[in-house]
């Protein structure tokens, strides 16, 4: 039922009173489509008066604000015309948006395409013929009363065809017109149905990003040519470039029946390539382990690898630059067999590894290669069929299952090159004695760390809580043996991972500790090197604000946001040669850099006096993404303290901003982060590695110590394993990461007590209250049950039945939140009599509504997370009229940072929230509880809708939990049951339980999965 139908059945009115009484007013303009209402009935609409209709749209247009898809003007809302065709059915159907164009475009073509007279007309053709027509943003018009709403792909085409008509005859050159082709030909593979006439036989194509092919040469270097990944041969690509004017914006490359088009990124990409496409022979080994030194990686894709052949040998073979094996020898023996496929079961032991295989593979692919080389092997990728085979049963004995790895070995299936195995056990000996010794160096450094003295806390703003003065001495002791170590010693004490849980104040606890490192140089008479914090963008502002909360007096000569925007212009140098082309050109036969002859991208060093970045005592905030692009230029700096705030953002130790983040030269690295392991120990082994080299050995080492018992651990014991690595973990790492919780630090915090529905044994994490509970029945149980009948029906004459075990899955998830969510339109109440009505369809939300009158009662505040955006809109419809409110609706997708003023981000939204006093409901999402969110002033947490993964349930719920919380704070867990056997609720509550969550061990549970799922449901 559409929501007009649904409308006309409460009021029986024609379709004019509809349109234009109980609805948003809608306008097209040329960028976009109005939504708008009388001043005086907007404001009454926004106090919670006007009608059902004029709600729901006000709902679903103020989440899309949320988002940053609306924009709010004087007396509604504007959204842009891309943003329009994109939207899904849901909201379309809610803001009354008119059909899709069930028709088809015609194209006809005058002249050549190297001629200035070049045109293309378009006419839309429907069943009754070809017609003109007209747009307006997001609309199509078939006369003065057809409207249409376009596709993404046709609004594509069709701004692509009107932007070309708007050209004089002296910018219609071959250039311009063989663009309209490309992204006419671009708009029809995007689903926009043209027929483009003899267009048609080209293969149109608009690169993703520019990647590389090198060809060694007889003498042994290297000539690199970019690659567009449409399958041109550098051959090809070299006899075109000519086509090209290289000084424009843009460009159009045609190779045989291929139209390339070329953006102006994808343009400079290509610049930077050929402006450096000899690598000599001396330096191959440098362009392969830090390719950023030849190449800008802003323009280049330098993230996965590069595809080489041997001159006069037309194979490629697909190689990685860096990585972690940095011991490969033969890098381009493509003369050599290939390995086979099956050989990745025993190069694959981790999900780390088998991703990474995976990135390589498609890029390989992209660039036409026929090998790629991978663990020291090259393996053949010519088989598609083979390849995907041996990449599943990889991931099914990742995940647990059994597959190929279980069969007998194929014979036949043999490498190049015999393993001498008893060298192989003596090379890995000699390999684990050594990282014994590194690791009891650098802790038995630790056992004698003493704190030089305690802080002045007359110099700062704040007193410190207990727990964050024990944070604050951890870090002093480990900065006061790393500042007598020897600074050129690789293993030397210098560095720390503080890991404690969120909320405890670890920005402040850095700042003082920087603060006090400052003043400790200044009374010994040395120097006060400047301070580097990479962290998001979205926490650059939180920074200022807490150095100005922190200290009495800044220790800071000043604070430099380096960043574009802010500072980054300052102190980037205007025609200088960009740095990375300089390093590869000023290195000597050796390797060594003459640095008095080299500029760097940003002024840096005595040369730039008064203008140089690295002042003393000047604290520098910038992000990862710069860190990357200008990783030569900091690197250089000898800073005193880095810190890596929300470290987790390089925890690939492939990422270029995580070898950037390894090459910073300081006194001493801190790494910040809340969650160590989010997805995996590889991000623990790739933190610990850049704050303190050496103490985990290498990867190797550490995946065979530490990830391979998991891996290899029987299912049903694989929790257990995890949590016993992590504890022996965490006391391996030993003083070298601090990690608490807030449960066990924050003595002043109130109580928080988790209530549940679902009866269980252990009573130490969970509270059962039976009134959180409900057993199903009229509708709902109907709709559970016949769910369940249809599924054993088909079971019982199908043998596959994966896919329909999910879908069934998602149907009991849904039909568990509300048993009619899918029919939103349905669900739509005039009243908050009729609201009720709704909700009490459900018995979890008649648990909820009983929950909020107690909250009501006590004029307290509560946080309802959900995921589900249908379920979110009319539980926000339901509730604002039964209790009065405008509740606001958080998701992931919320802006963290505002663009403008009057922006919703999710800081206002929760002041909003806040402010109203007494009682008041606020609906999040809980990929929302990220970064920087506190909610202080709830305390009760209804998890309506759980996530699968335990560990973000906890951090949402912790939201509330935090420095500043004064109440009590409940969490609750409302429960679904069934009359006669375990609901959904219940199982997945089960398996939450049993994902054991350990407060201090380095290994985070995994999410449940939708096999564990089905399982644990006999699906």
């Known amino acids: 039922m559409r929501l007009v139908e649904f409308l006309r059945s409460f009021i029986g009115d024609t379709d004019n009173a509809i349109n234009n009484q109980l609805g948003f007013h809608s306008q097209p303009d040329s960028s976009g489509l109005n939504f708008f209402l009388p001043a005086s009935e907007l404001k009454s609409l926004q106090v919670g008066q006007g009608n059902t209709r004029q709600k729901v749209q006000l709902i679903c247009l103020n989440m899309l604000a949320e988002q940053g898809v609306a924009e709010t003007t004087a007396n509604g809302f504007h959204i842009e015309a891309e943003d329009i065709t994109g939207m899904d059915g849901e909201q379309a159907e809610i803001l009354d948006l008119p059909p899709r164009f069930p028709g088809q475009f015609v194209s006809t073509i005058h002249g050549r395409t190297g001629n200035s007279g070049f045109r293309v007309a378009i006419t839309a053709s429907m069943p009754e013929g070809e017609t003109p027509f007209t747009r307006k943003g997001p609309f199509l018009y078939l006369g003065s009363q057809e409207c249409y709403w376009l596709t993404p792909a046709e609004l594509m085409g069709l701004m692509a065809w009107e932007q070309h008509e708007t050209l004089t005859a002296e910018l219609r050159g071959e250039t311009a017109n063989l663009r309209l082709m490309a992204e006419l030909q671009t708009a029809a593979r995007s689903g926009m149905r043209i027929d483009l006439s003899h267009f048609e036989r080209l293969d149109v194509v608009v690169p993703d990003n520019i990647g590389i092919i090198a060809t060694r040469m007889p003498d042994g270097s290297l000539q690199l040519c970019p690659c567009l990944g449409e399958g041109s041969t550098p051959d090809q690509l070299q006899k075109r470039w000519a086509q090209i004017d290289m000084s424009a914006n843009g460009g159009v490359l045609r190779i045989d029946n291929r139209v390339v088009l070329l953006d102006e990124p994808r343009l400079a990409g290509i610049r930077n390539v050929l402006a450096n496409t000899r690598i000599p022979a001396d330096k191959v080994n440098e362009f392969i382990a830090t390719p950023t030194a030849f190449l800008d990686a802003a323009l280049v894709n330098l993230e996965v690898g590069f595809s080489i052949r041997v001159a006069g040998v037309g194979r490629l073979q697909y190689m990685d630059f860096g990585g972690l094996d940095t011991n490969q020898n033969n890098w381009f023996a493509l003369d050599s067999r290939p390995s086979p496929p099956e050989v990745l079961s025993g190069l694959i032991q981790s999900p780390e590894e088998l991703q990474r295989f995976e990135d390589l593979l498609q890029a390989a692919r992209a660039q036409g290669a026929s090998t790629l080389t991978f663990g020291e092997q090259t393996i053949d990728i010519t088989n598609v069929d083979v390849v995907e085979k041996q990449v599943t049963a990889i991931k099914q004995r990742l995940a647990g299952h059994s597959g190929l790895d279980d069969e007998p070995a194929d014979e036949s299936v043999t490498l190049e090159t015999p393993v001498d195995e008893e060298k192989v056990k003596e090379r890995v000996a000699v390999i684990l004695k050594e990282a014994d010794a590194i690791h009891t160096t650098l802790l038995n450094k630790t056992n004698f760390a003493t704190l030089p003295a305690s802080p002045d806390w007359s110099r700062y703003a704040r007193t410190p809580f207990s727990h964050q003065q024990e944070g604050i001495e951890w870090m002093l002791k480990l900065l006061n043996v790393a500042l007598h170590e020897d600074p050129e010693d690789l293993y030397r004490l210098q560095g720390g991972l503080l890991a404690d849980d969120m909320g405890l104040g670890k920005t402040y606890m850095t700042l003082v500790t920087i603060g006090e490192y400052l003043h400790r140089q200044r009374s010994l008479g040395q120097a006060e090197k400047p301070i580097l914090v990479v962290a998001p963008l979205s926490l650059l502002e939180n920074w200022e604000d807490e150095v100005a909360k922190t200290y009495n007096s800044v220790p800071f000569r000043d604070q430099v946001v380096l960043q574009a925007g802010r500072d980054l212009g300052r102190f980037r140098i205007r025609g200088a040669e960009r740095e990375s082309v300089q390093l590869a050109s000023l290195a000597d036969e050796s390797g060594m850099l003459d640095e008095q002859s080299i500029r760097y991208a940003l002024a840096i060093g005595p040369e730039a006096g008064i203008h140089r970045l690295d002042m003393d005592r000047r604290l520098v905030l910038t992000t990862y993404q710069t860190l990357r692009d200008y990783q030569f230029s900091l690197c250089r700096i000898d800073w005193g303290m880095v810190i890596f705030d929300e470290a987790q953002n390089i925890k690939n130790p492939n990422a270029l901003q995580t070898r950037a983040a390894k090459g910073l030269k300081a006194d001493f690295k801190l790494l910040a982060t809340g969650t160590p392991v989010e997805n995996s120990l590889g991000d623990f082994w790739c933190l610990l590695d850049t704050a303190q080299p050496g103490l985990l050995g290498s990867w190797q080492h550490y995946r065979d110590s530490w990830i391979k018992p998991i891996l290899n651990a029987e299912e049903q014991e694989r929790d257990l394993i995890r949590i016993q690595i992590g504890e022996q973990l965490r006391r391996t790492v030993g003083t070298f990461m601090l990690r608490r919780v807030k449960e066990e630090q924050l003595k002043g915090l109130p109580s928080k007590t988790i209530c549940s529905g679902v009866q269980q044994a252990d009573s130490q994490l969970q509270r059962y209250h039976p009134e959180l509970s409900r057993v199903m029945s009229g509708l709902q149980l109907q709709a559970y049950d016949a769910v369940l009948d249809e599924y054993r029906s088909r079971r019982a004459s199908d043998e596959n039945m994966q896919g329909a075990a999910l879908a069934a899955l998602s149907r009991l998830r849904s039909i568990s939140l509300h048993p009619r969510l899918d029919d939103e339109a349905a669900l739509y109440s005039q009243d908050a009599k009729q609201a009720r009505q709704y909700m009490q369809e459900s018995g979890k939300l008649t648990i909820v509504l009983q929950l909020l009158e107690q909250i009501r009662s006590q004029n307290e505040k509560v946080i309802l997370f959900m995921m589900t955006k249908r379920l979110q809109r009319v539980l926000k419809l339901w509730l604002d009229q039964i209790y009065g409110l405008d509740i606001a609706i958080i998701n992931g997708d919320t802006k963290a940072v505002a663009s403008k003023v009057e922006d919703l981000t999710r800081k206002k939204l929760i002041s909003q929230f806040e402010a109203q006093a007494g009682f008041n409901v606020i609906i999040m999402s809980p990929v929302a509880a990220g970064v920087g969110l506190t909610v202080v002033s709830a305390n009760h947490v209804i998890h309506l809708e759980r996530h699968w993964n335990p560990a ?61 799922m089905t399982s644990a449901m006999g699906l």
């Not at 939201?959 to 375990?982: A, E, M, S, W």
């Open 952 to 1012: 973000k349930e906890a951090q949402a719920s912790d939201r509330v939990y935090r420095i500043g919380q004064q109440k009590p704070v409940f969490i609750h867990l409302p429960t679904l049951t069934h009359p006669r056997f375990d609901a959904f609720d219940v199982h997945l509550d089960r398996l939450l339980r049993g994902k054991l969550m350990l407060k201090d061990a380095v290994v985070t549970p995994e999410a449940v999965s939708e096999r564990e």
